[in-house]
């Protein structure tokens, strides 16, 4: 089992930047490889940012990159999302989930989830 918990959201105007956390807890959490996803009001589920404990890889989605950073810290098993030059299209509740499939960018693929930090940008 894997246990995720998202924090740092909040109401921020065009422009300006937040960092989201992910706190993850389970015995073999960090064999997982983990992603961030997003949801805007009417919209799918959207790939935002994959990686993994072990320092491999980051990934980005094309519409945040060049803007959105990920950074771990494997001693607490707690990852960031750094989000700069945010604009009011990147509102949505943010998500933190965990896979046995390393770099998925499919939602589906991933079998544990938080509960989601909401992210509002105002114009």
């Known amino acids: 089992q894997v246990q995720l918990v998202e924090s740092g959201g909040g109401l921020v105007q065009a422009g300006g930047s937040l960092r989201l956390s992910c706190a993850a807890s389970g015995r073999t959490v960090s064999s997982y490889g983990m992603g961030w996803f997003r949801q805007g009001p009417g919209k799918e589920r959207e790939f935002v940012a994959v990686f993994n404990w072990s320092g491999g890889r980051i990934s980005y989605g094309d519409s945040v990159k060049g803007r959105f950073t990920i950074l771990r810290d494997r001693t607490k098993n707690t990852a960031y999302l750094q989000m700069n030059s945010l604009t009011p299209e990147d509102t949505a509740v943010y998500y933190c989930?965990?896979?046995?499939?390393?770099?998925?960018?499919?939602?589906?693929?991933?079998?544990?989830w938080g509960q989601g930090t909401q992210v509002t940008v105002s114009s």
């Open positions: 989930a965990a896979g046995r499939k390393y770099s998925s960018t499919y939602a589906s693929e991933y079998a544990y």
